[in-house]
C-alpha cells in the first residue's frame, strides 16, 4: 500500500476527551473514529489491526474442533423469555419493535441462540461434542462508554460453544479452551493472568477471565505470589482471622455524639475498627416466582474494618442488581442513618446478611438505631438473628491468601477474555436434548467462552507503546514494514531504489507500506513512529550510494544497515526472527 492512496490522516495532539494512551493513539493514527459514544467507525489501518486479531483466534478455534458459524445481531424476544434473561437484564440490553408489533434485542451474547440452534439439530448423543463459534458484532447499552474501544456499546466478539453430553465432557474441554486462550493472547503480543471469577448473568457452576494487568483497568485483581491463587475482587476470598474467644458481655448504651463513621467511632471508644460492626444499607431486586422481579430491603453486617463485596451480597441474596437504600428507606425500618445496627429493627421488612465472620465475634459495638448513641457488646445470634450468614467481604491488599496464608497483591485489569462452565441452563431452557445409549432424553451440558477483539486492541496498545507511539508486536501489526522514500525531484534515483525495493517485499508476501508522500523527512518519521509498523527501512540517497540501508525496529529502537543488494530477503529473515520471538512465548498453562 501507497501511503499517498491510504485512507488516513494522523493527529499531532489527541482530543482532550481521550484520557488514556490506548484512546489517544488510536485516534492520532487514524485507527478509529467516534461516531457516538461507545461507537466507533475502524479505518482501514485499524480494520487491518483487528482482522488479524480475529484470524489469530480463527485459527487457535480451528485447531481445538471450533466450526465458524455466523448468528444474527437480532433475536427476537421470546428466546431470551424462554431463558428468564429478558426480565433479568435491565437497561444494558437494546430492545425494539418490529412493525408488527414483536419484541426483538440487539445481541449482547448468543448463548440462547445457539441452544436453540443445537435444540433443531442434535438428536442422538452421536452428535456430541462439537465447538461452534462466530466472530459478530455485539451490543450492550453500556450506561458509561469509556477508554475507547476498551469499553464500548458496540463490539465485535468472539464467542464460541461447546455442546457435551454430560459435564465429564466439558470438565475435559475447559482446559483445552483455557490453553487456546492463552496462546491467542500471546500470539498477539498481550500477557495475561486468568482469575476466578464470577459467573454474573451468564449463570454456571466455574468461570475464568483472562486479564491484561493495566494501571488503566477497571477490575481489581487478587493475587497470591507465593502460591500462584488469582481471583477477581468480585468473588475472592481470604483467610479471615480467628474471632477472640470471650463470653458475651451485657449489652450497653454508649453516647457518641456526632459519630457517624467507624473511624472516628473507634477514636472515640479507644477500641479498634475490628471491634466495630458496620451496618449496610441496600436495596435488592430479586425474582419472583411469577418470574416479575421485587425489591427487598437488604441490611448486611459487617466487621467495621471490612467492606462489603456488593457481589458477593448480590449471589447471597440470589438479586439481579443491588442499589443504595435512600435516607427515607432505612428510616423506614426502624434503622438510623450513621447509627444502623441490626438491633430492634423492623425483622419483617427487612433481609438481614450478617458476614460469618461477625456472626462468629463476641461483643461488637454496633449502632443504637437513635442519633448519637452506639451499643456495645452486641452478640449475633443474641441480640438478633440473621436470615443468611456468609461470607460477603471484600478481599483487599495484604490479607491472608486463601491457600497459602501469604500476603495477597491486589493489581488493576483489564479483562479481554472470559471462558463459562454454563452446564444446562439454556439447554434446558430451549429444549435441547439428546437421547443417550439407552433412549433416555437429557439436556445437552454447554460452556460459553468469549473474546473482545476492539478491547483487546486497546490493550495490546497499552502494552505496546513509548511516547512516540504504537510498538505493533509483529503478529497483528497493519503492515510489517514501513519504507520511507526519501527521494526528491532531485534525486529520482532514490524514489526508484524505494520503488524496487516495495515490489520486491511484495513479491516476497511482505506486508509492506509505501511513504512516497510528498512530505518532509521529519513528517514520515514522526509517522512511522506514530503507526508502530515493526519495521522501517530508510531510503535515502546517502544509504544508496553506500550501498547500505538503515532498519529501525520499532519494538526497541534498535538501528541496523542492512544491504541495499540484498534488501528483500534480509528483512524478510528479520521478520522472521520477530514472528519466532512471539512463538517462544507459548507455553502450556495449567488451569488456575
Same mark, same amino acid.
Given at each position: 500500500?501507497?501511503?499517498? @492512496?491510504? #485512507? #488516513?490522516?494522523?493527529?499531532?495532539?489527541?482530543?482532550?476527551?481521550?484520557?488514556?494512551?490506548?484512546?489517544?493513539?488510536?485516534?492520532?493514527?487514524?485507527?478509529?473514529?467516534? &461516531?457516538?459514544?461507545? &461507537? #466507533?467507525?475502524?479505518?482501514?489501518?485499524?480494520?487491518?489491526? @483487528?482482522? @488479524?486479531?480475529?484470524? &489469530?483466534?480463527?485459527?487457535?478455534?480451528?485447531?481445538?474442533?471450533?466450526?465458524?458459524?455466523?448468528?444474527?445481531?437480532?433475536?427476537?424476544?421470546?428466546?431470551?423469555?424462554?431463558? $428468564?434473561?429478558?426480565?433479568?437484564? $435491565?437497561?444494558?440490553?437494546?430492545?425494539l419493535k418490529d412493525r408488527n408489533g414483536r419484541d426483538y434485542c440487539l445481541g449482547m451474547t448468543h448463548e440462547e441462540i445457539m441452544a436453540e440452534l443445537a435444540q433443531t439439530v442434535v438428536s442422538s448423543y452421536r452428535q456430541l461434542p462439537f465447538v461452534l463459534y462466530q466472530i459478530q458484532t455485539k451490543f450492550r447499552d453500556e450506561p458509561r462508554p469509556r477508554a475507547g474501544t476498551i469499553r464500548t456499546r458496540e463490539f465485535t466478539m468472539k464467542d464460541a460453544y461447546s455442546f457435551d453430553r454430560d459435564q465429564a465432557g466439558l470438565d475435559a474441554f475447559y482446559p483445552r479452551i483455557y490453553q487456546a486462550y492463552f496462546d491467542i493472547f500471546r500470539r498477539c503480543g498481550l500477557e495475561v493472568v486468568a482469575v476466578e471469577s464470577d459467573t454474573g448473568m451468564m449463570g454456571g457452576s466455574m468461570a475464568h477471565e483472562f486479564m491484561a494487568l493495566t494501571p488503566v483497568g477497571e477490575d481489581t485483581l487478587l493475587i497470591c505470589d507465593a502460591c500462584g491463587y488469582s481471583a477477581n475482587r468480585q468473588i475472592a476470598t481470604f483467610r479471615k482471622p480467628a474471632p477472640p474467644v470471650a463470653a458475651p458481655a451485657p449489652l450497653a448504651e454508649v453516647y457518641t455524639p456526632n459519630i457517624t463513621t467507624i473511624a472516628t467511632l473507634a477514636d472515640y471508644l479507644g477500641i479498634a475498627q475490628s471491634e466495630t460492626a458496620k451496618a449496610v444499607f441496600m436495596i435488592a431486586e430479586i425474582s419472583a416466582e411469577n418470574g416479575a422481579p421485587r425489591e427487598q430491603f437488604v441490611f448486611a453486617v459487617v466487621r467495621g474494618d471490612m467492606e462489603v463485596n456488593e457481589t458477593k451480597l448480590a449471589n447471597a441474596v440470589k438479586a439481579r442488581r443491588l442499589r443504595p437504600a435512600t435516607t427515607e428507606e432505612i428510616r423506614a425500618v426502624g434503622a438510623e442513618p450513621g447509627y444502623g445496627s441490626p438491633v430492634g429493627i423492623a425483622r419483617a421488612k427487612v433481609l438481614l446478611v450478617v458476614d460469618d465472620l461477625v456472626a462468629a465475634t463476641p461483643n461488637l459495638v454496633a449502632g443504637a438505631n437513635r442519633v448519637d448513641y452506639h451499643l456495645r457488646n452486641v452478640n449475633s445470634g443474641r441480640d438478633y438473628t440473621p436470615d443468611l450468614v456468609a461470607d460477603i467481604v471484600a478481599a483487599a491488599d495484604g490479607y491472608a491468601c486463601p491457600k497459602c496464608g501469604a500476603a495477597l497483591r491486589s493489581v488493576r485489569g483489564v479483562e479481554v477474555g472470559n471462558i463459562f462452565k454454563l452446564g444446562t441452563m439454556y439447554s434446558e431452557a430451549m429444549g435441547a436434548t439428546f437421547l443417550d445409549e439407552n433412549g433416555q432424553s437429557k439436556p445437552i451440558v454447554m460452556g460459553s467462552y468469549g473474546i473482545g477483539s476492539g478491547r483487546m486492541m486497546a490493550c495490546i496498545i497499552e502494552h505496546h507503546h513509548d511516547e512516540l507511539g504504537i510498538r505493533w508486536p509483529i503478529t497483528v501489526a497493519p503492515y510489517q514494514v514501513i519504507i520511507v522514500d526519501l527521494g526528491t525531484e532531485k534525486t529520482p534515483e532514490v524514489t526508484a531504489v524505494a520503488e524496487r525495493i516495495y515490489n520486491d517485499l511484495r513479491a516476497l508476501g511482505v506486508e509492506v507500506l509505501l511513504d512516497d508522500r510528498d512530505e518532509r523527512a521529519g513528517v514520515k518519521f514522526n509517522d512511522a513512529d506514530l503507526l508502530g509498523i515493526p519495521l522501517r527501512l530508510t531510503v535515502g540517497g546517502k544509504g544508496v550510494k553506500s550501498g547500505a540501508l538503515e532498519l529501525k525496529l520499532r519494538r526497541n529502537g534498535e538501528v541496523r544497515e542492512i544491504p541495499l543488494a540484498q534488501a528483500a530477503p534480509a528483512i524478510q529473515e528479520i521478520i522472521e526472527a520477530e514472528f519466532a520471538l512471539i512463538r517462544a512465548t507459548l507455553k502450556p498453562e495449567p488451569l488456575a
Open positions: 500500500m501507497r501511503m499517498s @492512496k491510504l #485512507f #488516513f490522516q494522523t493527529l499531532r495532539e489527541a482530543p482532550a476527551d481521550a484520557e488514556i494512551a490506548s484512546h489517544q493513539l488510536m485516534l492520532r493514527a487514524a485507527l478509529v473514529h467516534p &461516531i457516538a459514544a461507545g &461507537i #466507533f467507525d475502524y479505518l482501514p489501518l485499524g480494520h487491518r489491526v @483487528k482482522h @488479524k486479531i480475529e484470524q &489469530i483466534m480463527r485459527e487457535e478455534m480451528d485447531a481445538i474442533g471450533g466450526q465458524e458459524v455466523t448468528l444474527p445481531i437480532v433475536h427476537p424476544a421470546e428466546l431470551w423469555e424462554r431463558s $428468564g434473561r429478558w426480565s433479568a437484564i $435491565g437497561d444494558d440490553m437494546a430492545r
